[in-house]
């Protein structure tokens, strides 16, 4: 079994599990308006605005802001990680990492003094946008000798990580596994989405026949997942590769479901026990509508289900990661009467679309959460879904 023993976790919710818990069960959103990665146009955005760490201590290659926020997460967990590797020695402790954009924020800063001045400032490397950047980072501030690396499949990124981490548990590689995932935000990946016309300037809307579009986010989320029993466990995950466009997804959902189902099989339960859905719930027209069909057709329509892209944004590489430690949150014996991440949006359901049973503003089962479905679909067809359940 892989449990999740501990998490670390800041979004543009906040930096602290209360924190974060309190304004995700108000329904108080982590988007706001700015122009720091658009150039003059203001857009909603899923800034991290907590104080984060320095990384003066790290070799230069590994001085990011994403390396920032990857120890801003470790922070949280870090006392519990030590006592791991104390305990089962530093080769048997491992990092599985989603990213997607690692130090291209710097990368860019760096462009845009060349185009100034003719040379790159002393402080840029190109290392720091190499994507293995922030498990090399990890492993060597915390020591370990097991297997360190990074999955980067878009959105899919850090559940895939997840669902990799589990998997060194299970082969008995690794006794401890360090895992999620982090994204920072950078004008590249605000420009490319908004060249596919796929950004929203309001507030994102998903399910609703009003949605236009994302709003990217970042954030981290790391889980010391180990063999030791705890509260919450990786009970399932399901991968698939549809492979059916570049950046659409399937319309069938064929290859979503696929993943969802291989999750619930692997967990050993049927989609009729569980509690809570996590939508991927990009509030693009093409996923939500393609998740939605999914949603209706493995699940009775009284399955409560959210996207929590409206309180943190679109985190990309780190969104299952993030999403996950929401369910997570959720599960803990502080909520012991199940409240759920409401869904965030207008209200006015896509009438070319199945209904689901969205949750309204403090909505809960009126008791502990035991079972929750994480859905994370990403460009290309990779698909992940992930199956938290508690003991």
Known sequence: MSYLNH????????????????????????????????FGRKLPLGLVTAELPPTDHLPL??????????????????????????????????????????????SEAALREHAKSGTLPHNFHYGQQELGSPAAMLAAVLGIGGPAYVHSSACASSAKAMASAARLIRMGICDAVVTGGVDSLCAFTVAGFAALESVSSTQCNPLSGNRNGINIGEGAALF?????????????????????????????????????????????????????????????????????????????????????????????????????????????????????????????????????????????LGRPLRWALSNSFAFGGANAALVLGRE
């Not at 599985?96 to 690692?102: A, E, K």
């Open 7 to 38: 998490l670390g976790i800041i979004c543009p919710l906040g930096s602290t599990h209360g924190e974060i818990a309190k304004r995700m069960f108000s329904g108080a959103s982590g988007i706001a308006s700015t122009d720091i990665y658009s």
């Open 61 to 106: 290659p590994q001085r990011s802001r994403n390396n920032r926020l990857a120890l801003a997460a470790l922070a949280q967990i870090r006392a519990e990680t030590d006592a791991a590797i104390e305990r089962f020695g530093a080769g048997r402790v491992g990092i599985v990492i989603g990213t997607s954009t690692s130090g291209i924020a710097e």
């Open 224 to 364: 010391l997942m180990s063999k030791e029993p705890a509260l919450v466990a990786l009970r399932g995950w399901g991968e698939s590769s549809d492979g059916h466009h570049i950046s659409a997804p399937d319309p069938s959902g064929k290859g979503a479901r696929l993943a969802i189902e291989a999750a619930l099989s692997r967990a050993g339960i049927t989609a009729a026990q569980v509690d809570y859905v996590n939508l991927h719930g990009t509030a693009t027209l093409q996923n939500d509508a393609m998740e939605s069909r999914v949603i209706a057709a493995l699940f009775s329509g009284d399955t409560p289900v959210s996207s929590t892209k409206p309180f943190t944004g679109h985190a990309l590489g780190a969104a299952g990661a993030i999403e996950a430690g929401l369910c997570w949150l959720a599960m803990q014996d502080a909520n012991s009467d199940g409240k759920l991440p409401p869904h965030l949006w207008d209200g006015s359901f896509d009438p070319a679309l199945p209904a689901l049973n969205a949750v309204t503003a403090g909505g809960s």
